[in-house]
């Protein structure tokens, strides 16, 4: 099972944003388990629920994990293919959010748009790696600071941005025909205070 993997295809985010099958799909990255196991932890009939895990295995968000005789039935076990999932704007590819259209770097919805394509961007590079059998060489710096006034934060932010360019022009090589393009994301919002999940409600369809 994967940590994490992102949804492209937009048939396969709406399965997934479900009610019931973001359920099912939160018991199966708990572990394996059949249609009839789930029924009573969802509280609906096992017909239903084999239903739903024939969606969610049609758009592979779950897959086999084995098989057990239960009397005179055998028994399919599910689990999820990954234990969280992200949708990527490729979903709403019509849609997704463009940080070309308009850059503004104090702007916090172009940094969401920048967000989007990160995601966007990185999910493709993980399918075609995985495609190819091949890592990925990726990088990421996560960290909190807490910054005195306002000033402060102002002043970060430009010794920050002289930094990151002198770094572009002192290894950035334009011009060497074996090289290949990386793309740098340098974000800095507020912290948002980790908020319990609330469970998904389970209703009858």
């Keep these: 099972m994967l940590d994490v993997t992102v949804i492209e295809d937009a048939d396969a985010a709406a399965v997934s944003l479900d009610p019931v099958r973001a359920r099912l799909l939160a018991e199966l990255a708990a572990g394996p388990a059949s249609a009839a196991m789930l029924a009573g932890k969802v509280g609906l009939p096992r017909q239903k629920v084999n239903y739903h895990l024939k969606t969610l295995e049609r758009h592979g968000l779950v897959e086999l994990a084995g098989e057990r005789r239960k009397g005179n039935v055998t028994e399919r076990l599910m689990r999820a293919t990954a234990a969280s999932y992200v949708i ?118």
């Design 88 to 205: 990527s704007p490729l979903a709403l590819a019509a849609v997704q959010p463009d940080p070309d259209r308009f850059r503004d770097q104090l702007s916090a919805r172009w940094l969401l748009a920048l967000g989007a394509r990160l995601v966007r961007d990185v999910g493709s590079l993980i399918t075609g790696a995985a495609k190819a059998r091949k890592r990925l060489a990726t990088y990421a710096l996560d960290g909190e600071v807490r910054f005195a006034s306002a000033a402060d934060r102002a002043a970060f932010v430009q010794e920050l941005t002289a930094g990151v360019s002198a770094l572009v022009r002192k290894y950035g090589a334009p011009d060497a025909e074996e090289g290949r393009d990386h793309r740098i994301v340098v974000a800095l919002h507020p912290t948002v205070k980790d908020q319990p999940t609330p469970s998904t409600p389970v209703a009858e369809n």
